[in-house]
């Protein structure tokens, strides 16, 4: 079975397991792929049964999670792809002794009082050496940024009293913190690390399964076939695949790494320019992480912290995302036309029933996923019981099938997806451990409260520049959990819902992925195209500029009450506005426009952006679809009947 696992499936390794992670060969490759496909089994155990008590399933899946990171990724980038070194393995060491104390001691600790009882100067050595290799492991998959940011909020914990003003606390001994972090469920072991230990994972596993039977091909496919014919056709398959890539990922950089590899240079053959190919992929993939059900791993933390069912925040997200990728086809679109680009010859493009017809039963485990929340079943369980059902229905099509050695593939390439999340995760578990145990988050609210003027617009703004600072090189997840734990209580202070709070800045901690200067997102979708990373950030936000103007909806708007018509009401007129404000931008529909012209489209996009913001604005509305109209009647009658572009829309 293992000689055909290694023959096989090198082709979905290759698709499905992160590239920066070594792979190895001899014994040591079949250690690996062993103690992977352990740790997902054990977690799909645990989602069909009682789970051991919130310590010991934590540490547990650290024990298994932090060492294989140090032997999967490189201390450095010169550091040897081929082998790990001594300094790997000792440091692999080291974290399963640290955590495999925890597990070990997690009864005895339950007896005792955190900050009363002596420490015991072995739980002391292991919980320093714990946080250390926590720290090490995310500096190794997830870079520096937040390892510097744990180190700051640890300072700022150790040294309480010297700080001044608002800021002061009581501060936390060297022995004080560590026995907090490691000792006690509320440090290391909180439920943000929960999060990660189950439900994350299973989720991610789902996702590298569906991968497995080729759903993202059949996604591809299906986008093709709907779209690949239209004005700009390639751009709009970039668009609809990297919406359903977002349901399998939620990842932005692994959307743009999949389905760009495709899209982009289709785009580029077309007649797009490199940075516009590269943006429209990179802008795309992004909304991977608004788009339900699968919407990254920050929305389970979100669940979390909100104490609202996933569903709810899932069926609440439904609205915005389709304003954001209607906002992207627009774009694309009025950009295509101006460009003169046509779609793909029919005869080229796949037969949407043959796509239907040979890979729509991937669709069926995301409908059941859909329905098994729907019916109140955990996250955990719900996504558990897809893995399996992936598998099984797997087999309906030969094309689809997931062999033995496939299913080993799929169990070890979870766990290493799971290894870019885990540390970091963790990591900034911790962050939000010193923010509850000194009281920042209730300093930090007071600051906002104050600085806002009890307004809210303002205080929106605030969060949307802390997140776009804080959020320089970090990942998603860890931008918002941190934003969340530091500005969510001001947002509420001021009135907002608890949901309109964190999605307001969960879509803030999307932006720092596309905006310059650091844009992690952009400069992968810039590095396929070959196109300046700087330009392309700047043509990304151009594209996504959903992305800054959705938040203030959730503030004012209806997209959040719970009647259906005030949803679909203010979504209508922001449809509108998404249409209107390309024209405005680039300054073409049809045939180029005056700037008088795009000005007044400008001004009629912020009418009826203004019109979503609640009953006292809603008589704007008429005054803004007349001007609309005007505008719209002006450039027909000056265009003529006849459409000169290549292809319907």
Known sequence: MFAAYYKISKDDRDRTFPLEQRQFKGPLRLGITLVCAALALLTLYFAFTITPGQIEARSLFLAFTIPLTMLLYPAWKKSSRDKPSPLDWLFAAAALASFAWAFWSA??????FVGYDKVAPT???MGVIALFTIFEATRRSAGTTIVVLNLIFIGYALTGPIWPGIFQHGGMSPQRFVETMYMDAEGIFNFITGLVATFIFTFLLFGVFLRLTGGDRVFTEFAAAISGHRRGGPAKVAVISSAMMGMLSGSSISNVSTTGTMTIPMMKKLGFRNYEAAAIEVVSSVGGGLMPPLMGTGIFVMSSLTDLPLVEILL??????LLYYAAIYFYVDIKSAQHGLSGLPRDQLPGLRNVLMEGGHIFLPIFVLIALLLMKFTPFYASAACVVMTVAISYLRRATRIT?????????AGTRVALTVAALITSAAIIYAVIVHTGLLNKVTSILVHASGDNVVVAVIL????????GMGLPVTASYVIIAALGAGALQHLGLPVLAAHLIIFWFAQDSTITPPICMTAFVGARIAEAPPMRTGWESMKIAKALYIVPF???FSSLLEPSVVEIAFDTTLGLIMFYLLPIAVGGYWRRPVSILTRVCFTITGGLLFWATMGPWAEALIPTALAVGALLVGILLSK????????ASA
């Open 463 to 470: 969060i949307g520049l802390m997140s776009y600072v804080i």
């Open 107 to 112: 009864d005895s600790w339950l007896d005792r």
């Open 123 to 125: 739980d002391m050595a």
């Open 316 to 321: 609440y997200s439904i609205a915005p995302a």
């Open 404 to 412: 033995p050695a496939k299913l080993l593939t799929g169990l070890e």
């Open 639 to 646: 265009s003529g009947v006849a459409d000169k572009t290549p």
């Open 553 to 555: 909806m959730f503030a």
